[in-house]
RNA sequence: UGUCCGAUAGUAUAAGGGUAGUACAACGGUUUUUGGUACCGUUUGUCUUGGUUCGAAUCCAGGUCGGACAACCA
């Protein structure tokens, strides 16, 4: 009756060097650069991280990777900090390679007593000339051969800010002629005159990233420096340092990174439509940032569940923005207060209901609950708003709903049969006039009348107006990335519908920012930000599955 | 014309020499006061060619296809 998980590649890994003692304590991290917002991708980094020591011990730090001062910002450490802990996960050390500035340094001082690493002070030009290319080798710096005393006096001057921005820069000395790339002298340090968030006007030179990342995973004593498989060739370099440095051996091992349909995930590309205006920020509901999953009413336990679901392998991967969807519905299906409101209304007048009389109905909150999540009032009277799609003058083959002479349950309320309707000059149907059944109410129906349609529906005189947001995909094509031309000419004109005058029901007045809902037959819904106490904004989260073939 | 990584239904992901399974999607049905949920069912797959073996998705070799690598970015 074993129903055992298959375990993923690195979990496997996990496990080996966990069973064979090579570690007792699993030490994990997530490094973001604090440059941008996170975004799914990053959700699935950070679950792996936390799950991993969360399921075998151990712990996971929160590592700030910051060593390009010109690009990071203490508004992006706060807002990543802010999205991992609303994803549900708590690090152990809040830590910073740039803590690690005064270690770092002496690591270069040790590779160049070690004969390991040089000044060089070639331009950009010049280094990129003598690099050679993925099938040809390179050629040795002419400065490759300096005295030790000479690298360590250069070097020194380096950091007392003696030189400009890209006179010099210190490299490792390993082979220009390798394979790879990046062990053809890589550039360790660079001479940079900015001021850095967190060590202001310190330094004026800075490690790059391979002088940074693996050196701090060894201080900190990671066991598994997991990272996307784009860093693969780097792994060679990382190892080198360590060896060479002589400092606790961090591994690294790589998995795919997410792509998902019908979105961009590159933080270039997001960058680029905030700042051209094409979303309203990086927390726009559209965005696949956190914080904008979080402002569209995703749940971190569904955000969790997703990367969950799309599993670790090695293999690039596309991954359907339906299973997304899927795991937000399944866990709002369970958690989100059914509600009525009424996106494009029509209206519907009870003739046999006395004008000007309203009665309380009693609503069930949340049938998937055990209790079904407690009730609430709604008032009902003899003139409603429903959904103009819920009517057809001539209905087609299958029709459940409203159309003359047919009949449908009111949600909570009673029957009503379609008498007649009222057209405006244009054709437009503007009132639907019906009669109902005093004995078909809900919970009593003595009617013995059976129907197949419900819908859904606001009293007039009780309805409160708020505004709908609509959410479509971002993008028209699945796959932006990879069409002719710029990401940007597939944005998609409707990924934003905004509908100012919705009717909701009266209990979503009270509405917070936390609350999640599920409008009735129109999907899940929660509150904006942008409410004020005089004009709600509801955002769609995701529409109901809709099994539902239109006539056409 | 290099090095490295990868290839299982539409999309993902298992099976680690012994029945190709699961999820999402799609399609059909039952239930239903949400055309929702739940439940049941159907369709669809091992890149290719050889080899090893009683037996290969799995091991080996060649090929094909996809991706990464020439930032003083991470």
């Given at each position: 009756?074993s129903?055992?998980?298959s375990?993923?590649?690195?979990e496997?890994?996990?496990?080996n060097?966990?069973?064979?003692?090579?570690?007792?304590?699993?030490v994990t991290?997530?490094?973001p650069?604090?440059n941008?917002?996170?975004?799914?991708g990053h959700?699935?980094?950070?679950c792996?991280?936390?799950?991993?020591?969360?399921?075998?011990?151990?712990?996971?730090?929160?590592?700030?990777d910051?060593?390009?001062p010109v690009t990071?910002?203490?508004?992006?450490?706060?807002?990543?900090q802010?999205?991992?802990?609303?994803?549900?996960?708590?690090?152990?050390?809040e830590?910073y390679?740039?803590?690690?500035?005064?270690?770092?340094?002496?690591?270069a001082?040790?590779?160049?007593?070690?004969?390991?690493a040089?000044?060089?002070?070639?331009?950009?030009?010049?280094?990129?000339?003598l690099?050679?290319t993925?099938t040809e080798?390179?050629?040795?710096?002419?400065?490759r051969?300096r005295?030790?005393?000479e690298n360590?006096?250069l070097?020194?001057r380096m950091k007392n800010?003696?030189?400009?921005?890209?006179?010099?820069t210190l490299?490792?000395?390993?082979?220009?002629?390798?394979?790879?790339?990046?062990?053809r002298?890589?550039i360790?340090?660079?001479?940079?005159?900015?001021e850095?968030h967190?060590?202001?006007?310190?330094?004026?030179?800075?490690p790059?990233?391979?002088?940074a990342?693996?050196?701090?995973?060894?201080?900190?004593?990671?066991?598994h420096?997991?990272?996307?498989?784009?860093?693969?060739s780097?792994?060679?370099?990382?190892?080198?340092?360590?060896?060479k440095?002589?400092?606790?051996?961090s591994?690294?091992?790589?998995?795919?990174?997410?792509n998902?349909?019908s979105?961009?995930m590159?933080?270039?590309?997001?960058?680029?439509?905030?700042n051209?205006?094409?979303?309203?920020?990086?927390?726009d509901?559209r965005?696949?940032?956190?914080?904008?999953?979080?402002?569209?009413?995703?749940?971190?336990?569904?955000v969790?569940e997703?990367?969950?679901?799309?599993?670790?392998?090695?293999?690039?991967?596309l991954?359907?923005?339906?299973?997304?969807?899927?795991?937000?519905r399944?866990?709002?299906?369970?958690?989100?207060?059914?509600?009525?409101?009424?996106?494009?209304?029509?209206?519907?007048?009870?003739?046999?209901y006395p004008?000007g009389?309203?009665?309380d109905?009693?609503?069930?909150n949340?049938?998937?609950a055990?209790d079904?999540?407690?009730?609430?009032i709604?008032?009902?009277?003899?003139e409603?708003?429903?959904?103009?799609?819920?009517?057809?003058e001539?209905p087609?083959?299958?029709?459940?709903?409203?159309?003359p002479?047919?009949?449908?349950?009111?949600?909570f309320a009673?029957?009503?049969?379609c008498?007649?309707?009222?057209k405006?000059e244009?054709?437009q149907?503007?009132?639907?006039?019906c009669t109902?059944?005093?004995d078909?109410?809900?919970?009593?129906?003595?009617s013995?009348?059976n129907?197949?349609?419900?819908i859904h529906?606001v009293s007039?005189?009780?309805?409160?107006t708020a505004?709908?947001?609509l959410?479509d995909?971002?993008?028209?094509?699945?796959?932006?990335?990879?069409?002719e031309?710029?990401?940007?000419?597939?944005?998609?004109?409707?990924?934003l519908?905004?509908?100012?005058?919705?009717?909701?029901?009266?209990?979503?007045?009270?509405?917070?920012?936390d609350?999640?809902y599920?409008?009735?037959r129109?999907?899940?819904?929660?509150?904006?930000?942008?409410?004020?106490?005089e004009?709600?904004?509801?955002n769609?989260?995701?529409?109901l599955?809709?099994?539902?073939?239109?006539p056409n």
């Amino acid at each position: 009756m074993s129903e055992e998980k298959s375990l993923n590649f690195i979990e496997e890994i996990v496990e080996n060097d966990l069973n064979s003692g090579k570690y007792k304590t699993l030490v994990t991290r997530f490094p973001p650069e604090p440059n941008g917002y996170l975004h799914i991708g990053h959700a699935k980094a950070i679950c792996l991280n936390f799950g991993l020591t969360q399921k075998y011990g151990g712990y996971t730090n929160l590592r700030f990777d910051d060593t390009n001062p010109v690009t990071e910002k203490t508004e992006y450490v706060n807002s990543q900090q802010e999205d991992i802990k609303w994803l549900g996960f708590t690090w152990k050390n809040e830590l910073y390679a740039s803590n690690y500035f005064d270690e770092l340094y002496a690591f270069a001082v040790k590779l160049i007593e070690k004969g390991l690493a040089y000044v060089d002070e070639s331009s950009a030009d010049e280094i990129a000339a003598l690099k050679g290319t993925p099938t040809e080798p390179g050629k040795d710096s002419p400065y490759r051969n300096r005295s030790m005393e000479e690298n360590l006096d250069l070097f020194t001057r380096m950091k007392n800010g003696e030189f400009g921005d890209g006179a010099y820069t210190l490299r490792a000395k390993i082979d220009m002629t390798s394979p790879n790339m990046l062990m053809r002298d890589p550039i360790i340090y660079r001479i940079k005159h900015a001021e850095h968030h967190r060590t202001g006007n310190k330094w004026c030179i800075y490690p790059m990233y391979d002088f940074a990342h693996g050196q701090s995973d060894s201080i900190e004593n990671i066991t598994h420096s997991i990272c996307t498989l784009e860093y693969v060739s780097h792994r060679e370099l990382y190892d080198w340092f360590i060896e060479k440095l002589e400092i606790f051996p961090s591994k690294q091992y790589e998995f795919a990174r997410l792509n998902l349909t019908s979105t961009v995930m590159s933080k270039r590309k997001l960058l680029q439509l905030v700042n051209e205006n094409l979303v309203n920020g990086w927390d726009d509901p559209r965005m696949p940032t956190i914080s904008g999953l979080r402002r569209r009413g995703f749940t971190p336990k569904s955000v969790r569940e997703f990367c969950e679901r799309i599993g670790i392998a090695k293999r690039e991967n596309l991954i359907e923005l339906s299973l997304l969807e899927f795991c937000i519905r399944e866990d709002l299906n369970k958690s989100a207060n059914r509600v009525m409101a009424v996106l494009d209304p029509i209206k519907l007048v009870i003739t046999n209901y006395p004008e000007g009389q309203s009665e309380d109905l009693i609503g069930e909150n949340n049938p998937e609950a055990e209790d079904g999540g407690g009730t609430r009032i709604i008032p009902f009277s003899n003139e409603l708003w429903i959904e103009r799609e819920d009517f057809m003058e001539v209905p087609a083959k299958k029709w459940f709903r409203l159309a003359p002479g047919a009949m449908v349950r009111l949600k909570f309320a009673y029957i009503v049969k379609c008498e007649d309707f009222v057209k405006d000059e244009n054709g437009q149907v503007t009132e639907i006039r019906c009669t109902y059944f005093p004995d078909s109410k809900s919970g009593n129906d003595t009617s013995g009348i059976n129907v197949k349609g419900t819908i859904h529906w606001v009293s007039a005189a009780h309805a409160k107006t708020a505004e709908i947001r609509l959410y479509d995909r971002l993008f028209t094509s699945e796959t932006p990335d990879a069409e002719e031309g710029d990401f940007k000419d597939y944005l998609n004109p409707e990924s934003l519908t905004v509908l100012p005058n919705a009717y909701i029901e009266p209990a979503l007045a009270t509405a917070d920012l936390d609350s999640r809902y599920q409008f009735i037959r129109k999907g899940y819904f929660c509150l904006d930000k942008d409410s004020t106490a005089e004009k709600l904004v509801f955002n769609r989260t995701v529409t109901l599955k809709d099994t539902f073939k239109k006539p056409n």
